[in-house]
């Protein structure tokens, strides 16, 4: 196991830039994005703290003035990433894209900081982040959910981090392609256009993006004016989750937020509202075209991580997660792969990603003790024998996308060295 731990380091080190790591050292993505650093500094706290706290100081010195924290922050601007930081052009203090993507930094944060024992002057330091990460949860709830229901949209599927997911199929339907769209995707250049999306897809991310611009990425505006505007059920657990654990942290460091223990307990009672009691299934809701959407996403599973406290509830959705997979080898198939839209190699439409597993095992780990460790023992053995790839087929554990892919790294750390008291 040692050999394993040691290329898991290398894979992050040889990532590392100045203050931040690339997801990856194969040009697919030459920049800073939001979940994967938080990803990458829970990994790094397993062997150089230094390191993770850099990671989360980068990405909160990219915060706008408004609370938002980018998706993406472009530190280097030479690169052939599309859409880069003149596209988007926007930013506060580092260029970055015009919108957001899962807020895990709460949670990561608090799981490092019930391990280690921090002294005076980091002390301070961990202060001034858990006061960024509160604005950039403030923003969520003022601008996300303006009619304070409980439940945040997205605006753009680049924001729940699985980008083409048969999720937004439906609502994607619906975003006109402009005649005269120009523009040029790089990424199926260094990746096998067969593991991407498809050009129809990148056809309209991009027209919702230069939308977003259009409206000067005005966060009051878009609620309503966006292109695109889905309550996801896997993005709203996480936020949940994440406005427990930043509770617990405000009061770690004698803050207090009245608003946040509120919206909490709103959105515990709401998000069960998304569960289908006849069909066992959580749904989405598409606020832009006023329907309910209906796939068996593993982000769904989500659910577990937010903690609900409805324990008959819990029971089902395990039941119901031990069947998503009971067909494949190896866990968990991104979309349930008897589904028609199932694919095995397409990015986010049907291959397993250790960021799901990792979610979901932890989500677990309270409720069924044996299932967690059973997902944990295949997502460790996965990476074992097929490496740290991006994400990897259900059936085969084929390796997709980018190689030396830094969440499967640090994630895989996590899993290894959780109880360790390293
Ligand atoms: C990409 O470039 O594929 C990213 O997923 C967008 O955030």
């Known amino acids: 196991m040692e050999d394993f731990i040691k290329s898991a380091k290398k894979v992050l080190l040889g990532n590392k830039k100045k203050g931040y790591t690339l997801p990856t050292n194969n040009k697919l993505y030459p920049a800073q994005w939001n979940w994967d650093s938080g990803f990458i500094a829970l990994g790094y706290s397993h062997f150089k703290l230094k390191y993770a706290l850099d990671e989360i100081k980068t990405l909160i010195r990219g915060q706008w003035k408004d609370g938002m924290i980018p998706h993406i922050l472009f530190h280097d601007l030479n690169t052939n990433y599309y859409p880069n930081h ?21 949670i990561i944060l608090k799981l490092i900081l019930d391990k280690k024992r921090i002294n005076n002057k980091d002390k301070a330091e961990f202060k001034k982040i858990v006061k960024g990460i509160l604005k950039y949860h403030k923003w969520f709830i003022k601008f996300r959910d303006p ?44 990746v096998n256009p067969e593991y991407r999306p498809l050009d129809i897809d990148y056809d309209r991310y991009v027209t919702i993006k230069n939308h977003l611009r259009k409206n000067n990425y005005n966060p ?8 695109f505007n889905v309550v996801d059920v896997g993005f709203n657990s996480i936020f949940l989750r994440a406005n427990k654990d930043l509770l617990k942290l405000l009061n770690t460091f004698n803050l207090k937020s009245v608003e946040l223990e509120s919206y909490i307990s709103k959105s515990e009672n709401k998000i069960v509202k998304l569960y289908n009691h006849k069909k066992n299934i959580f749904f989405n809701i598409d ?62 439409r049907g291959p397993v990603w250790i960021n799901c597993n990792w979610i979901i095992y932890q989500g677990l780990k309270n409720k069924n003790i044996k299932f967690a460790k059973q997902i944990k ?31 499967t790294a640090a994630l895989f750390l996590d899993l290894i060295l959780e109880n360790k008291n390293d």
């Open 86 to 106: 003149s596209v988007w052009s926007c930013g506060n203090k580092i260029h970055s894209s015009g919108i957001t993507q899962p807020p895990i930094l709460a």
């Open 147 to 190: 009619n304070n229901s409980g439940l945040v949209s997205i605006l753009h599927p680049w924001e729940s981090g699985y980008d083409n997911s048969p999720l937004w199929d439906e609502p994607m339907s619906k975003v006109k392609i402009p005649k005269n769209l120009k523009y040029k995707r790089g990424d199926n250049k260094v």
């Open 220 to 227: 009051k505006k878009l609620y309503k004016a966006s292109l």
């Open 287 to 348: 606020l832009k075209n006023k329907k309910k959407i209906n796939i068996p996403s593993i982000t769904h599973y989500f659910i577990l991580f937010a903690d609900l406290k409805d324990k008959v509830l819990n029971n089902k959705i395990i039941k119901n997660l031990k069947k998503h997979s009971s067909k494949e080898k190896y866990l968990l198939s991104s979309v349930k792969s008897n589904h028609q839209k199932f694919e095995e190699k397409r990015y986010w």
């Open 377 to 407: 023992r295949k997502t460790i053995n996965l990476v074992k024998q097929k490496g740290f790839n991006e994400y990897f087929s259900c059936k085969t554990g084929k390796g997709f996308g980018a190689t030396n892919f830094s969440w």
